[in-house]
């Protein structure tokens, strides 16, 4: 739910990394903290576990700049990966404007994107929103891994709408703000719809 | 979109923000802040060089979630308002309408019982505005029956400014 306030022209867009467990969520998020401007992004929240595991949400502003006179400010959300989190996973996509989801390239890793996938498709749907419609990029992750699966493989598992593919090492910074790119353009895209 | 967007007007803006700084003088708070529940600040008064404010508008909509999904799981629909003591400040929240929360945090100048007092008259006219707000939204087709939308001619240009390309 875009909040757009004409007073301070402003447009605050919020977009959440979703997927399976160490899939790097949390890791391309820390990557735009570290690459982005510091005048331009905000403080780095991350609620975790004492072994760095995402217990309930990390948090990212950024200032991206100007569109139109309004600035333009997107939150970051990731949600906690882990199945059994199920409950939080839902509350952080309430309001959302786009998803990037992020799958884990390893082959052993599969079933859990494809599950992971299944489970963002049931919490969008309770929070009001269609999978097949809402500004959605997928992004393959951990690309540099040895038992990485092959694109095409993991296109035919994981794509379903021709949404943008975009292949990543969120560590090094591959692809991270390629991800977030094409994640903005379709989010303002709606809005021109809107 | 599958739910209305929140489009706030200069004139609701004002009158938001204008409910706000008689709060926070009439409660003797430090700071109040309006976020609605998906977490983004909608109006503040106070001493607000302090705060990262944006963390925590984030953080209060995070904890009102997950109260929320409490209070649902033992069978109530919401628990309308969260107070947290701290040794010096505390910090009380309540939700005003179907979207915002209000959080004011105060220390020893005042007490938990002004603070309630006067976040239950500001909550009424609070809620009266985001109905107003919800109502136009709902009988004008979007922004565009009111004016031109400033988005409906972005151009791919626009967006790859926007990440220094």
Sequence with gaps: MTFINYASREINCKIVYYGPGLCGKTTNIQWIHEQANPEKRGKLVSLATETDRTLFFDFLPLDMGTVKGFKVRFHLYTV?????YDASRKLILRGCDGVIYVAD??????????ESIANLATNLKENGFDIRTIPYVLQLNKRDMPSAATVDEMERLLRF??????????????GVIETLKAAARQILLELQKS | MAKL?????????????????????????????????????IAASGDLKSIDATSLASLTAGNVAATDGLAKLIGEKEFSLLFHEGEKDNLHISIVGKRGILVVLFDQNSSLALVRLRVKKASKELQDIFDQVENRAQTETGVGARFESPFSEITDEDIDKLFGD
Excluded: C
């Design chain 1, 80 to 84: 906690p990966g882990q199945v059994f």
């Design chain 1, 105 to 114: 390239s390893q082959r052993a890793r599969m079933e859990a994107n494809i």
């Design chain 1, 161 to 174: 709408r021709n949404e943008p593919m975009i292949e990543a090492v969120a560590n090094k910074g591959t």
């Design chain 2, 5 to 41: 967007d929140l489009v706030m007007f200069e004139e609701e803006y004002k009158l938001l923000q204008e409910i706000i700084g008689r709060l926070q003088k009439d409660a003797q708070a430090k700071v109040v802040f309006l976020v609605d529940k998906n977490g983004q600040q």
